[in-house]
């Protein structure tokens, strides 16, 4: 191999190594410390936050909706990321290869506490209007239960569309619901239970076997 | 002004054009030097052949009405086409049978997905032959068609269409049960896998035995590691491999070939042996082919057959890739 400047590594990593794709955002800890406890040197990861490509520890960071991008194009061999984010992107083309456990979330509809605005709107006008930054799964859970929803795709802090009067309830991830209450919300269902998944590129699953089944017997013997 | 065309489709333009000529002339002369003539079939079909050869085929494609009121598809792989020229236009001609093609195939694509739903297909099918010798045959002439087009480190993934299904009904899972172990195995979710796994209540060893056999990769070994735990109950399909991987053996190319036992393709129509083609410059498979033993018949001129196609677009960027690596 020719050229090993920084900028020709980055598009085609070391072959003998696996690159991961570590999110970033509330699931950044504990996968840092799944990858200290395999033996994965993240110290500089941890000193730096500006920085997001690590080529001595064959680690890109990124948000976590980005690492199914990356690790289906091959641009990182192996990937974790919330069963959330798998689930907004099903035509990505990755494997999933274990539960890692941890970041355990509940995806919910939630609505304003106390005036059933979601049974209402249901009741009076036929279909629910649904705010969510999970348009699919949002849509999904709604077909799969019957009812007509209008999803209104928002971007930034859910909890205000239905304050606002935007929309009669939201589909959310909630780990203990104190923004949801703290918001006047309450949860009217739960829809399913996510955490942190190892994903892997195709290819790389075959091309690297090795290195990808010994990485996940480590962790499976970790009991993670 | 903008007039654009649509998603997954592409115009190309001349330097571009140059090298993938350039490639699917070195694949066709490696094709046609081994003895595999070259046909062409229409893009458009009656929709009811696409459906005979596999049903889910045609649902997917394009479909438009002729003057007559007939229904037409664009076809969305070139093996049924082909199966159906065999059986119309070869029946009563001994085999075997070496075709190749070059030619367009549309699929439906999710929007904004970036897949493509036009496509430049490059492939061959050998018609009559059963059995490992046909098969290494194929897949050492696509490793050596590849050479040709200027790839170097590329590798075939071999697997069998029907270890998993065999598996599922020697172990006596219901029938009911096994579309969705099977949906999950296609979209290699092992986490839904292994859920719906315990939820069969099976004995710890059949259990490890369906949860193992989707990770079960690598040499020739990989088959004593599943002959153990999956001997009787999947005898045909191992003793298939060996046979192929013995056979890949002689022609020098078994070490350029990855057992992956956990291997199925989303077409349904495979019998046998499956493969993909990969390169590790790029993160998807170039192509991917199989065993087809039923599928002919379905026209009314029952013959094994197996064959490969490769995806010319992909090809191109993993030999594009490999240069910048060289």
Same mark, same amino acid.
């Given at each position: 191999?020719?050229?090993?400047?920084?900028?020709?590594?980055?598009?085609?990593?070391?072959?003998?190594?696996?690159?991961?794709?570590?999110?970033?955002?509330?699931?950044?800890?504990?996968?840092l410390?799944?990858?200290?406890?395999?033996?994965?040197?993240?110290?500089?990861?941890?000193?730096?936050?500006?920085?997001l490509?690590?080529?001595?520890?064959?680690?890109?960071?990124?948000?976590?909706?980005?690492?199914?991008?990356?690790?289906?194009?091959?641009?990182?061999?192996i990937?974790?990321?919330?069963?959330?984010?798998?689930?907004?992107?099903?035509?990505?083309?990755?494997?999933?290869?274990?539960?890692?456990?941890?970041?355990?979330?509940?995806m919910?509809?939630?609505?304003?506490?106390?005036?059933?605005?979601?049974?209402?709107?249901?009741?009076?006008?036929?279909r629910v209007?649904?705010?969510?930054?999970?348009?699919?799964?949002?849509?999904?859970?709604f077909?799969?239960?019957?009812?007509?929803?209008?999803?209104?795709?928002?971007?930034?802090?859910?909890?205000?569309?239905?304050?606002?009067?935007l929309?009669?309830?939201?589909?959310?991830?909630?780990?203990?619901?104190r923004t949801?209450?703290?918001?006047?919300?309450?949860?009217?269902e739960?829809?399913?239970?996510?955490?942190?998944?190892?994903i892997?590129?195709?290819?790389?699953?075959?091309?690297?076997?090795?290195?990808?089944?010994?990485?996940?017997r480590?962790?499976r013997?970790?009991?993670? | 002004?903008?007039?654009?065309?649509p998603?997954?489709?592409?115009?190309?333009?001349?330097?571009?054009?140059?090298?993938?000529?350039?490639?699917?002339?070195?694949?066709g002369?490696?094709?046609?030097?081994?003895?595999?003539?070259?046909?062409?079939?229409p #893009? +458009?079909e009656?929709e009811?052949?696409? %459906?005979?050869?596999?049903?889910?085929a045609? =649902? *997917?494609? $394009? &479909?438009?009405?002729?003057?007559q009121g007939?229904?037409?598809?664009?076809?969305?792989?070139?093996t049924?086409?082909?199966?159906?020229?065999?059986?119309?236009?070869?029946?009563?001609?001994?085999?075997?049978?070496?075709l190749?093609?070059?030619?367009?195939?549309?699929?439906?694509?999710?929007?904004?997905?970036?897949?493509?739903?036009?496509?430049?297909?490059?492939?061959?099918?050998?018609?009559?032959?059963?059995?490992?010798?046909?098969?290494?045959?194929?897949?050492?002439?696509?490793?050596? #068609? +590849?050479?040709?087009?200027?790839?170097? %480190?590329?590798?075939?993934?071999?697997?069998? =269409? *029907?270890? $998993? &299904?065999?598996?599922?009904?020697g172990?006596?899972?219901?029938?009911?049960?096994?579309?969705?172990l099977?949906?999950?195995?296609?979209q290699?979710d092992?986490?839904?896998?292994?859920?719906?796994?315990?939820?069969l209540?099976?004995?710890?060893?059949?259990?490890?035995?369906?949860?193992?056999?989707?990770?079960l990769?690598?040499?020739?070994?990989?088959?004593?590691?599943a002959d153990?735990?999956?001997?009787?109950?999947?005898?045909?399909?191992?003793?298939?491999?060996?046979a192929?991987?013995?056979a +890949?053996?002689?022609?020098?190319?078994?070490?350029?070939?990855?057992?992956?036992?956990?291997?199925?393709?989303?077409?349904?129509?495979?019998?046998?042996?499956?493969?993909e083609?990969?390169?590790?410059?790029?993160?998807?498979?170039?192509?991917?082919?199989?065993?087809?033993?039923?599928?002919?018949?379905?026209?009314?001129?029952?013959r094994p057959?197996?064959?490969?196609?490769?995806?010319?677009?992909?090809?191109?960027?993993?030999?594009?890739?490999?240069?910048?690596m060289?």
């Amino acid at each position: 191999m020719t050229g090993n400047g920084p900028k020709d590594s980055a598009a085609m990593p070391n072959p003998s190594r696996l690159t991961v794709a570590v999110p970033r955002g509330a699931l950044f800890g504990d996968t840092l410390a799944l990858l200290d406890r395999l033996g994965v040197d993240t110290a500089e990861v941890r000193s730096n936050d500006r920085k997001l490509l690590f080529e001595d520890a064959g680690i890109v960071t990124m948000r976590p909706s980005d690492v199914p991008t990356y690790v289906e194009h091959g641009a990182a061999d192996i990937g974790i990321t919330g069963k959330d984010v798998l689930l907004e992107a099903p035509e990505r083309d990755v494997y999933e290869l274990l539960d890692l456990g941890y970041g355990r979330c509940e995806m919910v509809v939630a609505a304003r506490s106390g005036d059933d605005a979601l049974g209402e709107a249901q009741r009076r006008l036929g279909r629910v209007r649904v705010g969510t930054k999970y348009p699919r799964i949002a849509a999904r859970h709604f077909a799969q239960t019957g009812r007509q929803a209008e999803i209104v795709a928002v971007k930034g802090s859910v909890e205000l569309a239905p304050l606002t009067g935007l929309v009669d309830g939201i589909v959310d991830l909630t780990a203990t619901g104190r923004t949801l209450s703290e918001n006047g919300l309450e949860v009217v269902e739960e829809i399913v239970t996510c955490t942190a998944r190892l994903i892997a590129n195709p290819v790389a699953h075959k091309l690297k076997a090795d290195r990808i089944d010994a990485l996940v017997r480590q962790i499976r013997g970790e009991g993670a | 002004m903008i007039h654009p065309i649509p998603p997954g489709t592409r115009d190309v333009l001349p330097d571009e054009m140059r090298e993938l000529r350039a490639i699917t002339t070195a694949l066709g002369g490696a094709f046609e030097g081994a003895g595999y003539g070259e046909v062409f079939t229409p #893009a +458009l079909e009656y929709e009811e052949v696409l %459906r005979t050869g596999d049903a889910t085929a045609a =649902g *997917a494609g $394009y &479909r438009m009405f002729d003057e007559q009121g007939q229904v037409l598809a664009l076809r969305s792989d070139m093996t049924i086409p082909i199966a159906r020229l065999v059986a119309t236009r070869f029946r009563g001609v001994e085999g075997p049978l070496r075709l190749s093609y070059a030619g367009h195939a549309y699929r439906a694509v999710a929007h904004g997905s970036g897949q493509q739903r036009e496509f430049l297909q490059n492939g061959i099918e050998l018609i009559g032959p059963e059995g490992a010798e046909a098969e290494a045959e194929v897949i050492a002439l696509t490793l050596a #068609a +590849l050479d040709e087009a200027g790839l170097a %480190r590329h590798r075939v993934g071999l697997g069998d =269409g *029907a270890l $998993y &299904r065999t598996l599922l009904e020697g172990l006596d899972v219901p029938e009911e049960r096994r579309g969705p172990l099977l949906d999950c195995l296609s979209q290699r979710d092992l986490v839904t896998l292994g859920r719906h796994v315990d939820e069969l209540g099976l004995q710890p060893g059949a259990r490890d035995l369906l949860m193992r056999v989707p990770e079960l990769r690598g040499g020739v070994n990989v088959l004593e590691v599943a002959d153990g735990p999956l001997g009787g109950l999947a005898r045909e399909a191992l003793d298939g491999l060996r046979a192929l991987m013995q056979a +890949l053996s002689e022609r020098g190319v078994a070490d350029r070939v990855i057992l992956d036992l956990g291997l199925v393709l989303e077409l349904s129509y495979y019998t046998g042996a499956v493969y993909e083609v990969y390169d590790p410059a790029v993160g998807f498979a170039l192509g991917g082919g199989g065993r087809y033993d039923d599928l002919i018949g379905r026209f009314g001129d029952p013959r094994p057959a197996c064959g490969v196609a490769l995806d010319v677009q992909r090809v191109h960027i993993a030999q594009a890739a490999e240069e910048r690596m060289r």
